[in-house]
């Protein structure tokens, strides 16, 4: 933690870092990054060319040096977390290093400068890469074909349940109804609504997974497909999955997995022997290109034989040694978004799976290990709701720490100050005060103890000094935001208000 007060260190307000505001705060007129060359073609009449539509300046522009732009954005990238400096706890997001590996691959002039409508017979590498993926991602599915069209996982949901509510008008009934348990993402009921089901909601049990009695009374022939999360938004594996796609399909509906939380079986279990039909994956957690809410992603979605005539077109084909991009699928659900996919993340992840090879199992292996590992220091200190196994995340809660009047957000703001971000919070819903922790298979032993002894300690303070822990964070250079209206105040029309419960230091 770093310690503003200790003796001979700068006071916050002082420390240059801190107390930058934002580029347009150091602009200076007349101050410019580039020098160009004299002119060697006739000038022209801007005003003459362009008449009323001509600006003599844009108001408010940033004047600044080459040096002044790079150290505001080095400085900023100073104050921000990151999964480059720090674990990122970031539970449902999978924040593991992104290996550099990809990152030189994706930046091959072949693959970063080619163009969406260049013609078939000179982007073949670019085609391959498609193809090779697809059957990567066949191999660790088990699925007959795998579309990479999805920007994402929400994407991929939905493409998924198109293609079920296709498979089912196809049978002559599109059916009415979607279930999904109640622990599910957000967006799981949310695409069901999209693809035109109406949602179910299924209660868990007191383990925390899918309860087979309220399977049975919910799943009638309406049901289009049961929508569940292996292992789930908990971190704990449906032991009774193979019972549960048995149960789905002897109604004539399908099974959708959303395979978000892949990085926790990759290698070990394929989806389609589970019996699933359709899934997608979030190739921005399981195979790098990390984000935790933002940023590019890409959701493939594999499936069973029974889906395969209404996948989204483009697919990519191979005859022979020549690859090309196949429009010919009469029953498709259509394109999922512009052109062939977030290019640039299915180049990572390619690279990614290439680079672990035969020893992709030990991805899963780690995460898991990882997990329980903090599972078991933080278990004395912090609320277990539900103590099945855990997969790639745990899930605590503070019903501990709020008999004393701490919450999680509390909690989470003090892990600042100890220079880690928080972990996920407040979901999954069936969990009160939830903190929910992935640590992923990147994290040393070392980084592993720091973070749980931030916790520990945490703990500890909201024994002994909790004024501490609720007034947090302090060691960052805004103060505590009130956070709802903040929320208000971002959502209007062109504005980013803060609005601080602390003052800035
Ligand atoms: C379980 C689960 N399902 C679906 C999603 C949605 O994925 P995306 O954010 O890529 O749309 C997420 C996102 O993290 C998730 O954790």
Aim: with cysteine.
């Amino acid at each position: 933690m770093s310690d503003t007060s200790a003796p001979g260190a700068p006071a916050a307000r002082t420390d240059r870092r801190r107390r930058e505001g934002s580029l347009f705060d150091l602009s200076h007129p007349g101050r410019t990054g580039v020098a160009l060359p004299p002119l060697d073609v006739p000038a022209i009449d801007p005003p003459a060319l362009f008449g009323s539509a001509h600006r003599s300046e844009v108001a408010g522009e940033v004047e600044a040096s080459e040096v002044d732009v790079v150290r505001h954005f080095t400085r900023l990238s100073q104050l921000n977390f990151a999964i480059d400096t720090a674990l990122y706890p970031l539970g449902s997001c999978t924040m593991k290093h992104n290996p550099r590996i990809n990152e030189e691959v994706a930046r091959l002039a072949g693959f970063s400068d080619v163009h969406p409508y260049t013609a078939e017979h000179l982007v073949q590498g670019a085609l391959e890469l498609l193809w090779l993926l697809e059957e990567r991602l066949k191999t660790l599915t088990g699925f007959a074909r795998v579309t990479l069209q999805p920007s994402a996982g929400a994407n991929g949901e939905l493409a998924g349940t198109l293609m079920i509510r296709a498979a089912h008008v196809a049978r002559g009934n599109a059916r009415r109804h979607i279930l999904v348990p109640d622990s599910a993402h957000g967006t799981n009921p949310a695409s069901a609504h999209f693809a035109g089901y109406s949602v179910i909601e299924l209660a868990s049990n007191a383990r925390g997974t899918l309860d087979l009695a309220e399977l049975e009374a919910k799943l009638t022939d309406e049901v289009a497909a049961l929508m569940i999360t292996v292992p789930n938004t908990l971190g704990v594996f449906e032991e009774n999955i193979l019972k549960i796609t048995e149960m789905v399909h002897a109604k004539g509906a399908l099974v959708y997995l959303d395979g978000a939380n892949f990085n926790a079986f990759v290698g070990k279990v394929r989806p389609a022997d589970m019996g699933v039909d359709v899934m997608h994956m979030n190739l921005h957690k399981t195979f790098s290109t990390p984000h935790g809410g933002g940023g590019p992603g890409a959701g493939p979605v594999g499936v069973g034989p029974a889906l395969v005539p209404y996948l989204p077109t483009p697919t990519v084909e191979r005859d022979g040694e020549v690859f090309r991009l196949s429009y010919d699928r009469p029953g498709s659900i259509g394109r999922m978004r512009t052109f062939h996919g977030n290019f640039g993340v299915l180049v990572r992840a390619l690279t990614y799976i290439e680079s672990y090879g035969n020893t992709i199992p030990e991805v899963a292996e780690a995460a898991v290990l990882n997990a329980n590992y903090l599972r078991k220091r933080l278990e004395p200190f912090y609320h277990l709701k539900y103590d099945a196994p855990s997969y790639h995340e745990v899930v605590f809660s503070d019903r501990k720490q709020a008999a004393g009047g701490i919450h999680n957000i509390d909690i989470a703001k003090r892990l600042m100050d100890y220079g880690f971000h928080p972990p996920t919070m407040s979901f999954p819903l069936i969990v009160p005060g939830a903190l929910m922790i992935e640590p992923t298979e990147s994290e040393p032993k070392e980084e592993l103890d720091a973070f749980a002894d931030a916790m520990i300690a945490i703990a500890k303070e909201c024994q002994e000094t909790p004024e501490l822990v609720h007034g947090a964070p302090h060691t960052t250079p805004v103060g505590r935001l009130d956070d709802a209206s903040t929320a208000r105040e971002a959502s209007k029309p062109g504005s980013f208000a803060p609005v601080l419960r602390a003052p800035v230091r």
